[in-house]
């Protein structure tokens, strides 16, 4: 109907008549045949211009009532305030015989029957509105936060009360919570100080593992992602790899250590493997799946406007697994947190894990459970940072 209510030609004229006059020209069809009656009488003209003329009829009527509930809806819609009544009380209505009517005239009467608003009549009161609606975002947001803080918070306090209760009796092997709080105070509120060797705050040894699993979970993360295309790619790389894959993922991560420190001769470089070799399979796995289950739609456009194989990798294979990926990044970094802090028992130096153990070692009771409150935490931290990036890459898509 726009059409015709913009004065336009009929919509499907030019189309219909380039394909009469291209039948025509190819000797297909007669050349002397009248084509825009045909087209005419095809489309049936006649009821496209009845229908045209009868909802401009319709929306002539209508018109005006949809303008007025539009204009209502907008002076009502800031924060539900209701809008200012008009003047319809017998000394409203003296005031306007008095002063002639007119739009102007009902302006003067608002500002003197109803002293909040302003010039139009609603003017002054759109700031009460600024202000409540502020009150009722921050009341909504308080409210948001609360129900997503205080469940941890209750679990947390019930669980701290009952170990209180079970490690206060006499005899009990384990320190409750207020005498860990005593013990390990000063490791707790001073994590930055560094004695030298391997006396170092908390902050030192969780920095020194977590520099480690940085360099090891980046090299499995792109070691991970090339592998993980070509298993998802390539039917022959599947079948070859993924039963060995299958097979090297069920190793524990301190099984790789001896074997890592016979190869390297060094406490570094096979912390690092271990990191790696723990690291890797959920990658590959989850990344492989993501290639796997790429739309075949996808893929005959690329062969169509025959993109190279980097392209179709660029555009097409790296955008439509990001939320696999960072499936198995999630992952693979928190089995990179858990292998290092094993490891780091048995290689010894400057590390969270090695500090754990040297506090066995001294019956360092309260060190240990604070230690493992720190690891908790930090794993918790690298879980929302991927996460985060996470979504933020693939734009709040997830993998199905």
């Given at each position: 109907?726009?059409?015709w209510?913009?004065h336009?030609?009929?919509?499907?004229?030019?189309?219909?008549?380039w394909f009469?006059?291209?039948?025509q020209?190819?000797?297909?069809?007669?050349?002397?045949?009248?084509?825009k009656?045909?087209i005419?009488?095809?489309n049936?003209?006649?009821?496209?211009?009845?229908?045209a003329?009868?909802?401009?009829?319709?929306?002539?009527?209508?018109?005006?009532?949809?303008?007025?509930?539009?204009?209502?809806?907008?002076?009502?819609?800031?924060?539900?305030?209701?809008?200012?009544?008009?003047?319809?009380?017998?000394?409203?209505?003296s005031?306007?015989?008095?002063?002639g009517?007119?739009?102007?005239?009902?302006?003067?009467?608002?500002?003197?029957?109803?002293?909040?608003?302003?010039?139009?009549?609603?003017?002054?009161?759109?700031?009460?509105?600024?202000?409540?609606?502020?009150?009722?975002?921050?009341?909504?947001?308080a409210?948001?936060?609360?129900?997503i803080?205080?469940?941890?918070?209750?679990?947390?306090?019930v669980?701290?009360?009952?170990?209180?209760?079970?490690?206060?009796?006499?005899?009990?092997?384990?320190?409750?919570?207020?005498?860990?709080?005593?013990?390990?105070?000063?490791?707790?509120?001073?994590p930055?100080?560094?004695?030298?060797?391997?006396?170092?705050?908390?902050?030192?040894q969780i920095?020194k593992?977590?520099?480690?699993?940085?360099?090891?979970?980046?090299?499995?993360?792109?070691?991970?992602?090339?592998?993980?295309?070509?298993?998802?790619?390539?039917?022959?790389?599947?079948r070859?790899l993924?039963?060995i894959?299958?097979?090297?993922?069920?190793?524990?991560?301190?099984?790789?250590l001896?074997l890592?420190?016979?190869?390297?001769?060094?406490?570094h470089?096979?912390?690092l493997f271990?990191?790696f070799?723990?690291?890797?399979?959920?990658?590959i796995i989850?990344?492989?799946?993501?290639?796997?289950?790429?739309?075949?739609?996808?893929?005959?456009?690329?062969a169509?406007i025959?993109?190279?194989w980097?392209e179709v990798f660029?555009?097409?294979?790296?955008p439509?697994?990001?939320?696999?990926?960072?499936?198995?990044?999630?992952?693979?970094?928190g089995?990179s947190?858990?292998?290092?802090?094993?490891?780091e028992?048995?290689?010894?130096?400057?590390?969270i894990?090695?500090?754990?153990?040297?506090?066995?070692?001294?019956?360092?009771?309260s060190?240990?459970i604070?230690?493992?409150?720190?690891?908790?935490?930090v794993?918790?931290?690298?879980?929302?940072?991927?996460?985060?990036?996470?979504?933020f890459?693939?734009?709040?898509?997830s993998?199905?």
């Amino acid at each position: 109907m726009k059409f015709w209510r913009d004065h336009a030609s009929y919509p499907f004229q030019s189309h219909e008549l380039w394909f009469l006059t291209e039948n025509q020209r190819w000797g297909m069809m007669a050349a002397d045949l009248d084509t825009k009656a045909i087209i005419a009488k095809v489309n049936r003209e006649d009821l496209w211009r009845e229908a045209a003329k009868n909802d401009r009829r319709r929306g002539d009527r209508h018109a005006g009532k949809r303008r007025r509930a539009a204009r209502r809806r907008s002076s009502t819609a800031r924060c539900s305030i209701p809008p200012i009544p008009r003047p319809t009380s017998p000394a409203c209505r003296s005031r306007r015989w008095r002063d002639g009517g007119g739009r102007q005239s009902n302006a003067r009467i608002r500002r003197r029957c109803h002293p909040g608003a302003g010039r139009h009549g609603r003017d002054r009161a759109v700031p009460a509105a600024d202000a409540a609606c502020p009150r009722a975002r921050r009341a909504k947001r308080a409210r948001h936060l609360a129900r997503i803080v205080l469940p941890p918070l209750i679990v947390i306090a019930v669980t701290l009360f009952v170990w209180q209760l079970l490690c206060s009796e006499p005899g009990a092997r384990l320190p409750p919570p207020t005498k860990v709080v005593a013990d390990a105070w000063d490791f707790i509120v001073d994590p930055f100080y560094d004695n030298g060797g391997i006396d170092k705050g908390a902050f030192w040894q969780i920095s020194k593992s977590l520099g480690r699993v940085g360099i090891g979970f980046s090299f499995a993360a792109v070691v991970g992602v090339a592998l993980g295309v070509l298993v998802g790619q390539s039917t022959w790389a599947m079948r070859g790899l993924d039963p060995i894959f299958q097979v090297l993922r069920t190793v524990p991560p301190l099984a790789w250590l001896p074997l890592s420190l016979a190869g390297f001769r060094d406490s570094h470089p096979s912390a690092l493997f271990v990191i790696f070799i723990t690291s890797i399979w959920p990658i590959i796995i989850n990344t492989s799946v993501g290639v796997r289950n790429i739309p075949q739609d996808y893929r005959n456009v690329a062969a169509v406007i025959r993109l190279s194989w980097w392209e179709v990798f660029w555009k097409i294979t790296l955008p439509a697994t990001v939320p696999y990926i960072f499936t198995g990044l999630r992952i693979g970094v928190g089995l990179s947190w858990l292998a290092i802090v094993a490891a780091e028992m048995l290689i010894g130096g400057v590390g969270i894990g090695f500090f754990i153990w040297d506090a066995w070692n001294s019956s360092r009771i309260s060190d240990i459970i604070v230690a493992l409150v720190y690891i908790g935490i930090v794993g918790f931290l690298l879980d929302k940072l991927i996460a985060t990036v996470g979504h933020f890459v693939s734009h709040g898509v997830s993998a199905q």
